[in-house]
C-alpha cells in the first residue's frame, strides 16, 4: 500500500471513530473545543526551554484517547507523518543558539538543543490533541460546536468544504499513486515527471469539485450547510471543562516533575 492510501486510510479510521459510542463521544462537542483550546494555550505558553515540564502534559492525550476508544498507532502514524515539518523549524536552533544552559552528569547541553526538543514535544502534543479532537467529535459536529461558540457561520462553512475538499484531493491522489505504481513497474520516476503530476493532480481535483459544486446548487446550496448535531450541555460536561483546566492550571504554575524528583529524593535519602 503507498504511503498516500496509508495516510488516507488511517484518516478515514480516524473519522470513523468518532460514530462510535464512547466516553469521549458523548461529551459536548463545545466541551472538547474549550478544554482541546485550553491544553493548546498552556503548552505554547512554556519557556522555550521548557522540555521536563512539558511531560506531564502528555497524560492530557493518553486520557482522552482511552475515554475515545482510539488507538495509539493511528495517532502515532499522523504525528509521525507530519514531523517533519516540526523538525525543519527547529533543526538548526542547535547551531544559532549554542550556549550551555544545562548540565547533565558533566556533560553541557546548549539551549539550541533544548530549544528543538521543546518544539518536537510541543508538536507531538498539540497535533495529537487536535487529532483526538476530531477522531472523539467528528469534523461536522466540531464545526457546528464551533459555530455555538460564535465562530461565524461562514467560516465554519468553509472549514467543512476546504475539509470536503481535501478528501476529494486525496482520493485523487491515492488513484494517480496507485495508476503510477500499475505502470512503473517498480521502476522510480524521474524528479522532473513530478511536477506534470502535481499539476494534474490538482486539475482533476477542481473539476471534480466543480462538478460537486454544480450538484450541490442543483440540490438547493445556497452558501449555508446545515448539519444536524446534538448540543445538549450537561453537568458532566462542566465537571470534565473544569477538571481539565484546574489540572492545566497546576501544570503551569507547578514544575510536577522538579516537585516529584525532589520527593524521591527526599525518600531515599
Given at each position: 500500500m503507498s504511503s498516500i492510501a496509508q495516510a488516507l486510510q488511517d484518516f478515514q479510521s480516524l473519522e470513523s471513530l468518532a460514530a462510535k459510542d464512547s466516553a469521549l463521544s458523548a461529551l459536548d462537542a463545545r466541551a472538547k473545543i474549550l478544554v482541546t483550546l485550553g491544553f493548546i494555550v498552556?503548552?505554547?505558553s512554556f519557556d522555550r526551554y521548557a522540555v521536563a515540564a512539558l511531560l506531564p502534559l502528555a497524560f492530557f492525550p493518553v486520557?482522552?484517547?482511552?475515554?475515545?476508544n482510539i488507538p495509539g498507532r493511528l495517532i502515532g502514524r499522523a504525528v509521525l507523518l507530519a514531523s517533519p515539518?516540526?523538525?525543519m523549524l527547529g533543526a538548526f536552533n542547535p547551531l544559532f543558539d549554542p550556549q550551555v544552559e544545562l548540565r547533565v552528569a558533566g556533560v553541557g547541553i546548549g539551549g539550541g538543543w533544548l530549544s528543538f526538543a521543546s518544539?518536537?514535544?510541543r508538536f507531538a502534543l498539540t497535533v495529537s490533541a487536535g487529532l483526538i479532537l476530531v477522531a472523539g467529535t467528528g469534523f461536522a459536529p466540531l464545526c457546528v460546536g464551533l459555530g455555538r461558540l460564535g465562530l461565524p457561520q461562514v467560516?465554519?462553512?468553509?472549514?467543512?468544504?476546504?475539509?470536503?475538499?481535501?478528501?476529494?484531493?486525496a482520493n485523487e491522489a491515492a488513484r494517480m499513486s496507485l495508476a503510477r505504481e500499475l505502470r512503473a513497474n517498480g521502476r522510480s520516476l524521474a524528479l522532473a515527471v513530478y511536477g506534470p503530476l502535481l499539476g494534474h493532480l490538482l486539475l482533476r481535483a477542481l473539476q471534480r469539485a466543480q462538478r460537486i459544486h454544480q450538484?450541490?446548487?442543483?440540490r438547493g446550496f445556497n452558501g449555508q450547510l446545515h448539519r444536524r448535531a446534538v448540543m445538549d450541555w450537561q453537568r458532566r460536561d462542566t465537571v470534565?471543562?473544569?477538571?481539565?483546566l484546574l489540572g492545566f492550571v497546576l501544570v503551569r504554575q507547578l514544575d510536577l516533575v522538579h516537585e516529584?524528583?525532589?520527593?524521591v529524593l527526599g525518600m531515599v535519602r
Amino acid at each position: 500500500m503507498s504511503s498516500i492510501a496509508q495516510a488516507l486510510q488511517d484518516f478515514q479510521s480516524l473519522e470513523s471513530l468518532a460514530a462510535k459510542d464512547s466516553a469521549l463521544s458523548a461529551l459536548d462537542a463545545r466541551a472538547k473545543i474549550l478544554v482541546t483550546l485550553g491544553f493548546i494555550v498552556t503548552v505554547v505558553s512554556f519557556d522555550r526551554y521548557a522540555v521536563a515540564a512539558l511531560l506531564p502534559l502528555a497524560f492530557f492525550p493518553v486520557v482522552m484517547a482511552a475515554l475515545g476508544n482510539i488507538p495509539g498507532r493511528l495517532i502515532g502514524r499522523a504525528v509521525l507523518l507530519a514531523s517533519p515539518f516540526a523538525v525543519m523549524l527547529g533543526a538548526f536552533n542547535p547551531l544559532f543558539d549554542p550556549q550551555v544552559e544545562l548540565r547533565v552528569a558533566g556533560v553541557g547541553i546548549g539551549g539550541g538543543w533544548l530549544s528543538f526538543a521543546s518544539i518536537l514535544i510541543r508538536f507531538a502534543l498539540t497535533v495529537s490533541a487536535g487529532l483526538i479532537l476530531v477522531a472523539g467529535t467528528g469534523f461536522a459536529p466540531l464545526c457546528v460546536g464551533l459555530g455555538r461558540l460564535g465562530l461565524p457561520q461562514v467560516m465554519t462553512t468553509q472549514l467543512l468544504l476546504l475539509h470536503c475538499f481535501t478528501w476529494v484531493l486525496a482520493n485523487e491522489a491515492a488513484r494517480m499513486s496507485l495508476a503510477r505504481e500499475l505502470r512503473a513497474n517498480g521502476r522510480s520516476l524521474a524528479l522532473a515527471v513530478y511536477g506534470p503530476l502535481l499539476g494534474h493532480l490538482l486539475l482533476r481535483a477542481l473539476q471534480r469539485a466543480q462538478r460537486i459544486h454544480q450538484a450541490m446548487l442543483a440540490r438547493g446550496f445556497n452558501g449555508q450547510l446545515h448539519r444536524r448535531a446534538v448540543m445538549d450541555w450537561q453537568r458532566r460536561d462542566t465537571v470534565f471543562v473544569g477538571v481539565c483546566l484546574l489540572g492545566f492550571v497546576l501544570v503551569r504554575q507547578l514544575d510536577l516533575v522538579h516537585e516529584l524528583g525532589a520527593l524521591v529524593l527526599g525518600m531515599v535519602r
